[in-house]
């Protein structure tokens, strides 16, 4: 199992992840619990969150992802 560094809410935390350890089950398990599971499928977007990532460019590039489908992997760092 690996580690993945996110920043939540300003604070950074350090989390363990397997392969297939989704964001949404990540935050609830940290007592993050506004992020909520609807569906599951990714199609009523209850888990939706804002990600922030470098631009590259010296800002903040912002999308919108639904926590119950994307992998903790895809996340380090961000």
């Known amino acids: ?37 609807g569906c599951a499928e990714g199609e009523c977007g209850a888990c939706a969150v804002l990600i922030a990532r470098d631009d590259g460019q010296g800002g903040t590039r912002w999308d919108s992802v639904n926590a119950c489908l994307v992998t903790l992997g895809a996340l380090d760092g961000a």
């Open 1 to 37: 199992m690996q580690t993945v560094n996110l920043t939540v809410n300003g604070q950074p935390r350090e989390v363990p992840a397997g392969a297939h350890t989704n964001l949404l089950n990540t935050l609830r398990s940290q007592g993050l619990t506004g992020c909520k599971e």
